[in-house]
């Protein structure tokens, strides 16, 4: 018998499927989460880090703790996104709320935004200024961020378009705190012009 097979436990392909992005509720190693969940969460907290399961939302993922000025142990890297990446989270976010706050919306549990969705949204909040082509081209690449983050998910696509997936991790990020504050800003700037 192998090092591998005498230390290996069931749950040690979630925890590094888990170190690596979050587990989906259809995702295989969805039950093994759930069942395990105990076990996890002594094994990650030796590396300072938290299981989160938001099984209402579909999903799991590792959080790190943090001390009380705020530090970790910098295990997962924290990424600073710019102006346009921040615009776009807050734009899918406030697009989440609406559809969970949709009562019509029952029977579906999740939220698709074509690529051309996005763009209409985000022409409100960013210039395009002189040359729309650059601008088109900006855009994409921002919305190409957002996915290789793992907020949005492409789902189909076609010549002329491109459908993806809100993954509800994004609550995580943009919370409905985040969201308020932005609208207050929005709405000082707006009475400022």
Known sequence: ??????NIKPYSKAIVKLLKAPIESSASLWETVINYQTEIQEYVSLMGLELMVKKDDGFAYLRQFEDSDGNTLGLISRRQVGYEITIILVVLRQSLEEFDSNPAQFDVNEKYISRSNIKEELELFLEAGYNELKFQKELDGYINKIVELGYLKEVSKT????????????????????????KNKLQHYVESV
Request: no cysteine.
């Open 1 to 6: 018998m192998s090092s591998l097979e005498k």
């Open 159 to 182: 010549d002329s378009e491109v459908i993806y997936k809100i993954h509800r991790i994004i609550k995580e990020k943009v919370t409905l705190d985040v969201l308020k504050e932005f």
